[in-house]
């Protein structure tokens, strides 16, 4: 099982562009989420997803927008990228709501200039 | 609403060392709590975890009691070794609908050198 991956590893976006994040697993898992970590800040939560065609907002959702139309997929798309969005960030998921482990993402880290 | 407080980093210890990473937290009910690691350049992986009161997560020699009368979770470490350098984080989730959201602290950077 290759678990939860993430592409691409790196990028650099200029002021106003716009890029997806991938996110895939191969664990059958019905939950999925989108976090970004900052510097010193811990995690917040962007996006999540409780299964195929429904997702949710975090904490953090605006300048972010979300899909899920396969339960092994679910990308993170960013429009209009601003240097406030320079952060890693990481993909999980979780078998189901009585599940305890997230499994992570090797993650994905963007810069904005 | 939920919230995790944990110690700030970072910490630097000699390899043998006693560790402990303080974590206390604010939460509705009666949360899940969890430690969790990242090793330079990873994602996430669950270190230990606790599901209710008095219970004690252990796993590769590090534990963590939840006391419910403090509203603790200290990750603790009889003796560090150099490969446990990294960030721990430590978390809680709450009990029924939202069991599968996680709130996690700030992180502490642990190097252990040797």
């Known amino acids: 099982n290759a678990g939860v991956t993430q592409t691409p590893k790196f990028r650099i976006l200029k002021i106003g562009q716009s890029m997806t994040l991938q996110c895939t697993q191969d664990m059958n898992h019905n939950y999925m989420y989108w976090y970004r970590q900052d510097p010193g800040m811990g995690l917040k939560l962007i996006y999540y997803?409780?299964?195929?065609?429904?997702?949710d907002k975090g904490e953090v959702p605006n300048g972010y927008n979300v899909s899920r139309s396969t339960t092994e997929d679910f990308p993170l798309r960013l429009e209009l990228a601003a240097p406030s969005q320079t952060s890693v960030y990481f993909c999980?998921?979780?078998?189901?709501?009585?599940?305890?482990?997230?499994?992570f993402g090797p993650g994905t880290r963007l810069t904005v200039t | 609403g939920n919230s995790v407080t944990q110690m700030e980093g970072p910490v630097t210890l000699s390899e043998e060392a006693f560790l402990t990473i303080n974590c206390t937290y604010t939460?509705?009910?009666?949360?899940?709590l969890f430690w969790y690691v990242q090793y330079p350049g990873e994602g996430l992986q669950l270190l230990l975890k606790?599901?209710?009161?008095?219970d004690k997560g252990s796993n590769k020699g590090f534990e963590a009691t939840y006391r419910k009368e403090t509203t603790s979770f200290h990750l603790e470490k009889g003796s560090v070794q150099v490969s446990d350098s990294a960030v721990y984080f430590c978390a809680l989730s709450g009990r029924g609908g939202s069991n599968y959201k996680l709130t996690f602290g700030k992180g502490t950077l642990l190097t252990v050198n040797p």
């Open positions: 997803s409780v299964g195929a065609g429904i997702t």
């Open positions: 939460a509705t009910g009666y949360p899940s």
């Open positions: 606790a599901t209710k009161a008095d």
């Open positions: 999980a998921s979780i078998l189901s709501a009585d599940s305890y482990e997230q499994y």
